[in-house]
């Protein structure tokens, strides 16, 4: 990892002051870094021993990075891992600006390992990203959103990297088909379980753990798994409180809605659905050998779902 973080203070280096402005203080921001990890690790557990790992991990960090610029000038959101966005520091119009340069600067850093399948794969990602940014646009202030719908837009908007990070790595490794696709299926699954306790923290999180305002998505008009749960188990009045902030977007029905939740036990249901993620993705590591990568993918599955923030 600090291979690749000497990657990205590397690749980040623009001669326009703006943009290493930004792109230092978000990159700076830390996070987890969970993604560029899942390139590293599944490359090491196919035996993977070259340097192009660190620069597909920096690739994908860029990627995610450049989502994280445009999310929160859409959501028009102030807070992120406790810290002022990058568009409430420097305005809506060089946070979109500074994130077309990431996309396009992952782009460019792609072509160094010269190899047709890996831009393919990361294309394919970046495009389904953005097509899962747009279908949760359109699925804000619905109160109507079935379960099904709501894990399509968190498999395109979140799982997608991950399940790409974990195929870009088993493919520097020589990973036969069959593994690759056991792999992409890992990162696929733990993606959709690490969004899935996202969900869980927005409603049962301390904003100074998780370093975002507790129920901003609700103030968004987000219909998450917690609230589908009410509006499918909740009575009458509950299901009335939870439609009204969702159609209109407040943070004042905060308390009720959470109280609806708490009743449906609708947190332990989106916990669970989480785990069978997780168990999923378990079950897809099976083909691989014993080693100290190995055990941290296990790892990282378990720190998925326990995690506080």
Same mark, same amino acid.
């Given at each position: 990892?600090?291979?690749?973080?000497?990657?990205?203070?590397?690749?980040?280096?623009?001669?326009?002051?703006?943009?290493?402005?930004?792109?230092?203080?978000?990159?700076?921001?830390?996070?987890?870094?969970?993604?560029?990890?899942? !390139?590293?690790?599944?490359?090491?557990?196919?035996?993977?021993?070259?340097?192009?790992?660190?620069?597909?991990?920096?690739?994908?960090?860029?990627?995610?990075?450049?989502?994280?610029?445009?999310?929160?000038?859409?959501?028009?959101?102030?807070?992120?891992?406790?810290?002022?966005?990058?568009?409430?520091?420097?305005?809506?119009?060089?946070?979109?600006?500074?994130?077309?340069?990431?996309?396009?600067?992952?782009?460019?850093?792609?072509?160094?390992?010269?190899?047709?399948?890996?831009?393919? !794969?990361?294309?394919?990602?970046?495009?389904?990203?953005?097509?899962?940014?747009?279908?949760?646009?359109?699925?804000?202030?619905?109160?109507?959103?079935?379960?099904?719908?709501?894990?399509?837009?968190?498999?395109?908007?979140?799982?997608?990297?991950?399940?790409?990070?974990?195929?870009?790595?088993?493919?520097?490794?020589?990973?036969?088909?069959?593994?690759?696709?056991?792999?992409?299926?890992?990162?696929?699954?733990?993606?959709?379980?690490?969004?899935?306790?996202?969900? !869980?923290?927005?409603?049962?999180?301390?904003?100074?753990?998780?370093?975002?305002?507790?129920?901003?998505?609700?103030?968004?008009?987000?219909?998450?798994?917690?609230?589908?749960?009410?509006?499918?188990?909740?009575?009458?009045?509950?299901?009335?409180?939870?439609?009204?902030?969702?159609?209109?977007?407040?943070?004042?029905?905060?308390?009720?809605?959470?109280?609806?939740?708490?009743?449906?036990?609708?947190?332990?249901?989106?916990?669970?659905?989480?785990?069978?993620?997780?168990?999923?993705?378990?079950?897809?590591?099976?083909?691989?050998?014993?080693?100290?990568?190995?055990?941290?993918?296990?790892?990282?599955?378990?720190?998925?779902?326990?995690?506080?923030?």
């Amino acid at each position: 990892m600090r291979a690749v973080d000497q990657v990205i203070r590397a690749r980040l280096h623009s001669d326009v002051v703006l943009v290493r402005q930004v792109a230092d203080y978000i990159i700076a921001g830390g996070g987890k870094r969970l993604r560029p990890a899942l !390139v590293l690790l599944t490359a090491g557990a196919l035996g993977y021993r070259g340097t192009h790992h660190h620069e597909l991990a920096a690739v994908v960090e860029f990627i995610h990075t450049a989502t994280l610029l445009h999310d929160d000038v859409v959501d028009e959101s102030e807070l992120r891992r406790g810290r002022e966005t990058a568009n409430a520091l420097f305005g809506n119009a060089a946070s979109v600006l500074v994130g077309d340069f990431l996309y396009s600067r992952a782009f460019q850093m792609m072509l160094t390992v010269n190899d047709m399948r890996v831009m393919q !794969v990361l294309a394919n990602a970046t495009n389904v990203i953005a097509e899962g940014e747009v279908l949760q646009l359109m699925n804000c202030h619905n109160a109507d959103i079935e379960v099904e719908e709501y894990l399509q837009v968190i498999r395109f908007k979140t799982a997608k990297l991950f399940e790409a990070a974990a195929r870009l790595g088993s493919m520097l490794g020589g990973a036969s088909p069959e593994v690759e696709d056991a792999m992409a299926s890992y990162g696929m699954h733990l993606g959709t379980a690490f969004q899935l306790i996202d969900d !869980v923290l927005d409603y049962s999180g301390e904003e100074v753990v998780t370093g975002k305002r507790l129920g901003d998505d609700l103030a968004e008009g987000k219909s998450t798994l917690p609230l589908i749960h009410v509006m499918h188990h909740g009575n009458n009045d509950q299901v009335a409180c939870v439609r009204n902030a969702i159609e209109n977007g407040g943070r004042n029905d905060f308390p009720a809605v959470l109280a609806a939740i708490r009743a449906t036990d609708a947190l332990a249901v989106t916990r669970r659905q989480a785990e069978a993620e997780i168990d999923t993705a378990i079950a897809a590591l099976a083909g691989l050998r014993a080693s100290s990568y190995r055990e941290s993918l296990l790892e990282l599955a378990r720190f998925a779902i326990a995690r506080n923030h």
